[in-house]
């Protein structure tokens, strides 16, 4: 599967940095998003309507987030075992 692969991995084979960069890379987005749509959006009336679908993103992401948890915590012990 892709989360076993050298591409997901790395040739290291560190399976918590795997972990760790399918979190973070995911919650850059609000963070990054907003202030973005804001610059790039100045003063147009559709202003709000642009921000909706990264505030709706968010709370997602951490919502599958905290479900994958119990998938990483055995992905992760892969490691030790390995």
């Known amino acids: ?21 399918t979190f973070c890379g995911a919650h850059k987005t609000l ?8 610059t790039v959006f100045e003063g147009n009336p559709n202003l709000a309507s642009y921000c909706a679908p990264i505030m709706l993103m968010h709370p997602l992401q951490l919502v599958i987030g905290s479900a994958m948890v119990p998938f990483f915590e055995k992905f992760t012990k892969k490691e030790k075992v390995e």
């Not at 599967?1 to 960069?21: M, P, Q, T, V, W």
């Not at 963070?31 to 804001?38: E, K, Q, R, S, W």
């Open 31 to 38: 963070a990054f998003g907003l202030p973005l749509i804001n």
């Open 1 to 21: 599967s892709f989360f076993r692969s050298k591409l997901f991995i790395g040739n290291d084979g560190d399976y918590g940095e795997a972990a760790a960069a």
